[in-house]
């Protein structure tokens, strides 16, 4: 099993900046792929952005420019820098970790979630 712990949520006025945190309980290099998603009220979970062990990141188009996802190897830790935050950035922000079938980890993991409050 693989536990994420988030942080770093909050409340902040528009065109302010937070930074999410994202602690994994095991080695990041053990997990294919590391991710950002969101959910406001009333709306379904989307994918933020998302960093693969191997290839680029990926960013919603409604990020990009703004938000950027890295990662710290060496504290299993990924991160995500918002800047210019808009008030539809609002929501709850969850840490996603993909490994995949050729790992006895097999398997989707979620954070429990952090809340993201972007004041006009």
């Known amino acids: 099993q693989v536990q994420l712990v988030e942080s770093g949520g909050g409340l902040v006025q528009a065109g302010g900046s937070l930074r999410l945190s994202c602690a994994a309980s095991v080695s990041i290099f053990s997990i294919n792929t590391m991710g950002w998603y969101r959910q406001a009220p009333g709306k379904q979970r989307e994918l933020v952005a998302a960093?693969?062990?191997?290839?680029?990141?990926n960013y919603a188009d409604s990020v990009r420019g703004r938000f950027t996802i890295s990662r710290d190897n060496a504290k299993n830790t990924v991160y995500l820098q918002m800047n210019s935050l808009k008030p539809k950035d609002t929501a709850v922000y969850y840490c996603?970790?993909?490994?995949?079938?050729?790992?006895?980890?097999?398997?989707?993991?979620w954070g429990q979630g952090t809340q993201v409050t972007v004041s006009s």
């Open positions: 996603n970790a993909y490994i995949n079938r050729s790992s006895r980890l097999y398997g989707d993991y």
């Open positions: 960093i693969p062990s191997g290839g680029s990141t």
